[in-house]
């Protein structure tokens, strides 16, 4: 099994960040905006930014789980990223 290469290494981390960022831009926007909005409705117009920026950290952290995903399933040029269960170490 070959070592990762710096090069190799930036390919997935720039792989994750950029789908990480625009996820949880996107999650917290929608979330955001949900809270917000329904806190207003319900008479909390005083705290609905509040809430808003609490719906939109929320939806921060399922977008990185997704993230994950899309970049565990990412085919890069010359590599591609794979999970390999160790039988020895199987509970």
Known sequence: MDKLTAGEFVAIWWALVWRATLLSALFGFVLGFI???IAALLGYGDRSADI??????IGSVPAAGVA????????????????????GLAA
């Open 35 to 37: 809270g917000g909005f």
């Open 68 to 87: 994950l995903w899309f970049t565990l399933r990412k085919k890069f040029k010359a590599f591609r990223l794979e999970i390999v269960r160790d039988p």
């Open 52 to 57: 808003g920026a609490v719906m939109g950290y």
